[in-house]
């Protein structure tokens, strides 16, 4: 099936729109512009087929142009537009809430929800320093993030965040009292690992070295991801977060996963830390829990946290954080619709049965010109290219490029490509991606 081509936009036309985490300038100079997708595919504005390698960005889990959603979200629309969530409820907020709480990892059974992923970062932040003020211990402020890590771009997922050019102009503007600890990407040492990394827990030891530094009584929690995407694809070695959890129980240090990227299947369970079998006690989502129809977040958070909330006065609100667009019903409506999905269609652990296949075929890339490592787990994928000299980040923007012009969408970051297609991908597809990445890569300088 083809897009109907649509008319060009002249150059003047696409001014006004200041593109984020974009090289507008770049950009506007030769766009690439997208009018159509369903399945795993899109249509450019000029009717070209492209192979969405991406998943969008990373929250399309069910594909493209999935038609319950859109009959859910026409439904919702038709039926009540808007309903305020302050002093006010309608039911299926509620009912999203505990269809979320039947999947979460074991006890997360209390859900906040927000519009982003940023916004659900923000959230779960606050959410930490209330949880220890209401038990007394308000001088647990501090927040401990990660080297590389992404949470966003609000002021408190920026502040954790570890990603130089997120931070470096906004410095003195970051929050105060966060600390990070070292990220564990080490290529010398592991370098083409399949999944996780064998090599690399005692980096958690470093939260030992940061309490010893500040003093447990200061830190409120620690937050990371627990596979990073942004960073380019960063996994935890085997063991480590294990031992953060374990660090953080010792030292009454609430441990935040950022599940942003790593939700709603991708890891081969609904989250990665079922994966990983380490639970945290508040998890920020959002991307594949509306499959990226409607925007939405959610974080969830274990009940003691929750109940240590729920004091003084009955008619007291127990915290002071909110949304406009908390729970927007066309929103809850898209996410009912796509939960519907994922379990119909078996999509949370789909990954899990295709890890196998993927990571073979994502390894074959081992060998090819400028390839320096390959990472891996569930239906993620990264491939590192050695950077160009004094021109970090060229090579590989120069290999999404041509990937896009020979039809398959991946991301760039730095000198990593990384891949995080639908979980409805088949095996064709896979091989699609791989054979189209290989000869590109060879094809480029
Ligand atoms: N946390 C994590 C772990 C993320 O990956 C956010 C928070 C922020 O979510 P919002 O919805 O506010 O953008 C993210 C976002 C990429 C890529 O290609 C990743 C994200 C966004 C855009 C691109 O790796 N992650």
């Not at 249509?43 to 929250?59: I, K, Q, Y």
């Not at 508040?282 to 409607?294: C, E, F, P």
Request: hydrophobic letters at 45%; charged letters at 20%.
């Amino acid at each position: 099936m083809n897009a109907q081509p649509k008319p060009a936009l002249s150059p003047t036309e696409l001014d006004a729109f200041w593109m984020p985490f974009t090289a507008n300038r770049q950009f506007k100079a030769n766009p690439r512009l997208l009018a159509r997708a369903d399945g795993m595919r899109y249509w450019t504005v000029d009717g070209r087929e492209v192979l969405d390698a991406v998943a969008g960005l990373w929250c399309v889990n069910a594909g493209h142009g999935r038609r319950e959603i859109t009959e859910a979200v026409t439904q919702q629309l038709n039926t009540m537009e808007f309903a305020p969530t302050f002093q006010m409820g309608h039911p299926i907020a509620f009912e999203l809430a505990n269809r979320l709480a039947a999947i979460a990892p074991p006890g997360m059974d209390r859900v906040f929800f927000t519009n982003s992923g940023s916004e659900s970062v923000d959230t779960a932040l606050k959410i930490a320093i209330a949880y220890h003020r209401a038990r007394g211990a308000g001088q647990r402020t501090r927040l401990i993030g990660r080297e590389k890590g992404y949470h966003g771009v609000g002021f408190g997922g920026m502040s954790v965040g570890g990603m130089v050019n997120n931070r470096k102009i906004f410095g003195s503007s970051m929050v105060p009292g966060v600390d990070h600890l070292p990220h564990t990407l080490d290529l010398g040492h592991n370098a083409f690992s399949r999944g996780l990394p064998h090599w690399g827990a005692h980096f958690a030891n470093e939260l030992e070295r940061l309490i010893a530094l500040h003093d447990a009584s200061t830190i409120a929690a620690v937050i990371v991801e627990p596979i990073s995407g942004s960073a380019g694809v960063i996994l935890p070695p085997v063991g480590y977060l294990k031992r953060l959890r374990e660090i953080c129980d010792k030292n009454d240090i609430l441990l935040i996963f950022d599940e942003v990227i790593t939700g709603f299947g991708r890891t081969g369970k609904p989250f990665a830390a079922q994966s990983f079998d380490v639970t945290a006690d508040l998890m920020t989502t959002a991307k594949g829990l509306t499959n990226g129809a409607v925007p939405m977040g959610a974080v969830f958070a274990q009940r003691k946290i929750y109940d240590a909330l729920m004091q003084g006065p009955e008619n007291a609100i127990e915290l002071f954080h909110g949304y406009t667009y908390s729970a927007h019903p066309v929103a809850c409506a898209a996410a009912l619709a796509t939960l519907d999905i994922y379990e119909r269609e078996g999509l949370l652990t789909r990954a899990a049965t295709l890890a196998p296949k993927w990571e073979d075929a994502v390894h074959s890339l081992r060998g090819t010109k400028h390839v320096i490592d390959v990472r891996n787990y569930g239906l993620i994928a990264a491939v590192e290219l050695d950077s160009r000299a004094g021109k970090p980040g060229a090579r590989a923007f120069d290999v999404f490029l041509k990937c896009f012009e020979r039809g398959v969408m991946v991301r760039q970051t730095g000198d990593v490509i990384a891949l995080s297609p639908p979980l409805i991908i088949e095996e064709k597809q896979i091989a699609r991606i791989v054979e189209t990445l290989t000869e590109v890569i060879r094809d480029t300088d």
